[in-house]
């Protein structure tokens, strides 16, 4: 069912690689709810995703850019401009990468380039679409940009890598840019901290499956899914959350908020004995 969100808005959706991305439930749900949009991934992802299926379904226009590229972000924003032929009222980033859980590298023997990739991929790559969208002006007053984020910006997730400093960084980013846009152009920046998700990007996380378990039992409402968290940020694109800005907004059925739940200490007291001098 559409309630018709975003007719005649017009924005700019990163990281939808396959029917698995969030980012791809965010662009179908937003060309049913009435908005014109671009679609972006690097060329390499292009080639090996399945986007061109996704922009024919949402007659969206697509413009490769790696998103660490500054040259590329100033293309894409100039020829988003010339597609819509007015300002982009909406962006979402939706980008993450880590080199180092990749190869298998673990926190405490990080490769220093790959380190630097990871923070430039998932987090200053945020800074560089808010500047270049700063600096040429792109976005419409009252309009919002969304950045995904995971709890591991706040709390310590075994395996979850440099990854987490990218997020924290990511998230820092929302905060001090926001600041900025809100002031001088009424434009909001936030970030939603996701559940455990089933993409390409989750199942690269160590343990992913005991994690999203571990989630789901911990979390009174369930782990959200992708679709779930494209009608989240659907609504921050709206026009219902016009006050909403500089947020980490959880989106993660209560996990957030929780210490212990009973379905988690179920399978814990289960494997008590088992586990006794587990590290
Ligand atoms: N899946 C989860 O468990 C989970 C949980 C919380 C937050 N997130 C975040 O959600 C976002 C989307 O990830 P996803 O889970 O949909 O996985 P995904 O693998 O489908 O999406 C990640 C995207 O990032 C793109 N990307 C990588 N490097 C890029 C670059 N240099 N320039 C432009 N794009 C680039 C990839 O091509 C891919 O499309 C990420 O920020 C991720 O950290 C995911």
């Given at each position: 069912m559409a309630y018709n969100l975003l007719k005649g808005k017009t924005g700019i959706i990163f990281?939808?690689?396959?029917?698995?991305?969030i980012a791809w439930k965010v662009a179908e749900l937003a060309h049913n709810e009435g908005a014109k949009i671009v679609l972006t991934n690097t060329p390499v992802a292009m080639r090996m995703g399945s986007v061109n299926e996704l922009a024919r379904k949402c007659n969206a226009l697509l413009v490769p850019a790696d998103a660490t590229s500054v040259e590329d972000l100033e293309n894409l924003i100039n020829k988003s401009i010339e597609h819509f032929g007015e300002k982009i009222d909406f962006i979402l980033h939706s980008i993450g990468m880590s080199f180092n859980v990749r190869k298998g590298k673990t926190y405490d023997d990080l490769d220093y380039d790959y380190f630097q990739k990871t923070l430039d991929v998932s987090a200053i790559s945020f800074h560089k679409l808010l500047q270049v969208a700063w600096k040429t002006d792109a976005i419409k007053p009252w309009g919002s940009i969304v950045a995904l984020s995971y709890i591991a910006a706040q709390r310590t997730l075994y395996g979850y890598n440099d990854m987490a400093d990218a997020k924290a960084l990511l998230e820092s980013i929302a905060r001090s840019f926001g600041y900025i846009y809100g002031r001088e152009r009424k434009v909001r920046i936030n970030t939603i901290s996701q559940s455990?998700?089933?993409?390409t990007a989750g199942s690269g996380v160590m343990g992913f499956e005991g994690l999203m378990d571990f989630t789901d039992r911990m979390s009174p409402l369930g782990n959200a899914n992708a679709y779930e968290c494209a009608q989240y940020c659907i609504t921050l694109f709206s026009?219902?959350?016009?006050?909403?800005?500089m947020q980490n907004l959880y989106?993660?059925?209560?996990f957030s908020s929780m210490g212990m739940s009973n379905k988690a200490m179920a399978v814990y007291n289960m494997n008590l004995e088992e586990c006794r001098d587990c590290q």
């Open positions: 990281g939808a690689l396959n029917e698995n991305s455990p998700t089933l993409t026009d219902l959350t016009r006050k909403v800005t989106h993660d059925g209560g």
